[in-house]
């Protein structure tokens, strides 16, 4: 066996690491952009929603969500029994506005 031959895998050993060493140091000296911002897609929900639903059953379901801390606030239920006549009108002012402000008639029963 050469005698030399331990030295030039010592030598080699040793210009890998660096070599590996000067690519590490590139790597992480390289400048690169992280971006500051994030994109995505949300669904914007009032403070307070107040629901009236129509049920299968002829009944009528009335709820105040207030979504700023997720309760519900108020429900109700108006179910007409046999023989009544019953109608949920929606008000005309609130079908052509684009907002309701405190105290507005929403519907008529």
Do not use: W
């Amino acid at each position: 066996m050469n005698p030399h031959s331990n030295i030039i895998t010592f030598k080699r050993k040793y210009l890998l690491i660096f070599i590996g060493g000067v690519c590490l140091l590139l790597l992480i000296g390289v400048p690169f952009r992280i971006p500051c911002s994030i994109s995505t897609t949300g669904k914007i929900l009032p403070g307070r929603e107040y629901l009236i639903v129509r049920r299968p059953d002829g009944g009528i379901t009335t709820q105040l969500v207030n979504h700023a801390v997720s309760v519900t606030e108020l429900a109700g239920v108006i179910q007409p029994q046999r023989g009544d006549a019953q109608q949920l009108k929606i008000s005309e002012r609130v079908i052509s506005s684009e907002g309701i402000a405190y105290g507005d008639t929403l519907a008529l029963i």
